[in-house]
T-cell receptor
């Protein structure tokens, strides 16, 4: 069964960089690594997705080593509004089936 | 505005009283899905639909029904709700329902429906 492992929680301060690492030992060749963000009482929101190496968008960066058994989501200069739960997922092919794990609860403090 | 809407947002009902939670998207997406979110269990997929008249079970389909008669709507039906179906429910949609190895279809989630079954 496909499974990801990530820390349960992390604390940070405004302006710092937050790095969340996720392990996905059983990832398959066609799987993409995807991260979602969820605020309390809201639906998850797509942040970033990658297959290998590094991907960057206006919100975050995603680092994926060559063996693809882990990935690191990097949130640069976080603000209080980045306090949320971040889910690491893998998605196969078209990625329609999402299997969420427990997520990492990130708390950004002033 | 492109969005996924759900109604109602909050519902308190009693055991055995049939209910329907509606889901609608205005993005012409083929794929739609229902999830439930429970503390300590994360989000789990209930049912999904790859296109009109095409539905399939997710990880926790027991006690639920769905239909996809129109592309934009994907209602979730609880024929005889029970207290263990008390949960936060999310509907989601994405552009394509067919497998495309080289692409990923971002899923857009609705605002959620908090259901309490007494």
């Amino acid at each position: 069964l496909a499974k990801t492992t990530q820390p349960i929680s992390m604390d940070s301060y405004e302006g710092q960089e937050v790095n969340i690492t996720c392990s996905h030992n059983n990832i398959a060749t066609n799987d993409y690594i995807t991260w979602y963000q969820q605020f309390p009482s809201q639906g998850p929101r797509f942040i970033i997705q990658g297959y290998k190496t590094k991907v960057t968008n206006e919100v975050a960066s995603l680092f994926i080593p060559a063996d693809r058994k882990s990935s690191t989501l990097s949130l640069p200069r976080v603000s209080l509004s980045d306090t949320a739960v971040y889910y690491c997922l893998w998605t196969r092919g078209a990625g329609n089936k999402l299997t969420f794990g427990g997520g990492t609860r990130v708390l950004v403090k002033p | 505005e492109a969005q996924v809407t759900q109604n109602p947002r909050y519902l308190i009902t009693v055991t055995g009283k049939k209910l329907t939670v509606t889901c609608s998207q205005n993005m012409n997406h083929e794929y739609m899905s229902w999830y439930r979110q429970d503390p300590g269990l994360g989000l789990r997929q209930i049912y999904y639909s790859m296109n009109v008249e095409v539905t399939d079970k997710g990880d926790v389909p027991e006690g639920y029904k769905v239909s996809r008669k129109e592309k934009r709507n994907f209602p979730l039906i609880l024929e005889s709700p029970s207290p263990n179906q008390t949960s936060l429910y999310f509907c989601a949609s994405s552009l394509l329902g067919s497998a495309a190895v080289s692409s990923y279809n971002e899923q857009f989630f609705g605002p959620g429906t908090r259901l309490t079954v007494l």
